[in-house]
């Protein structure tokens, strides 16, 4: 009886510990993205940003940003992409979701955010990764900020190289990188250890 209650009770333990790591795997999934400079991966935080993590995952489960451009890089800034092809066309996008900058998350040093016009709420499919601490894209009393939904967790060589790619003006924008930096694939990382 007593090593049948043990076995139980093992078994119950893995199972809980199983079940928390696949809770913690689609609370904080993580993505994969290779570019022409490299690979990094970043975390998503469902918990803090459940619609802009829900909006990106959709795009990268389609295939969407592969064989888009870092097309803003700005050294000591951020580098952004996930809006044009690499013939400089604007890829149609899905609706323009709801901002969710208020949810506690900080553009610190190697964050993700969503990119977006001056209105609070036209982010869609660009994204941002922070090259250093921009606090000033963080949300005020009078003000809507950028949401934060992610970090990079690996590969930040390849990130802080790609910002400091050169730069041109190029087809009215500037800060477009002279040698072009391509999304090869944008893929959803199937992880049994996340969180």
Avoid: C
Avoid at 9 to 20: A, V
Avoid at 39 to 59: G, K
Avoid at 132 to 161: C, H, K, Q
């Amino acid at each position: 009886m007593k090593k049948y209650l043990k076995n139980l009770l093992l078994t119950l333990i893995g199972t809980l510990i199983f079940m928390n790591q696949s809770i913690a795997s689609e609370n904080y999934p993580q993505v994969e993205i290779v570019t022409t400079s490299g690979t990094f991966t970043i975390e998503l935080d469902r918990n803090r940003a459940p619609i802009s993590v829900e909006n990106f995952l959709n795009y990268v489960e389609e295939g969407f940003y592969t064989n888009t451009i870092f097309h803003r890089v700005i050294e000591g800034f951020v580098i952004q992409s996930g809006g044009y092809t690499t013939e400089f066309e604007m890829k149609e996008t899905k609706p323009e979701i709801v901002n969710e900058s208020g949810n506690g998350l900080s553009n610190r040093r190697m964050t993700l955010g969503m990119a977006r016009s001056n209105e609070p709420h036209t982010a869609s499919s660009q994204f941002y990764i922070n090259l250093a601490d921009n606090f000033s894209l963080n949300p005020m009393p009078t003000r809507w900020g950028y949401t934060v939904f992610g970090e990079v967790i690996s590969g930040f060589e390849v990130v802080d190289a790609i910002g400091q790619s050169a730069t041109q003006t190029f087809q009215g924008l500037q800060d477009v990188p002279v040698a072009p930096i391509i999304i090869l694939e944008a893929k959803k990382l199937i992880s049994e250890n996340n969180r």
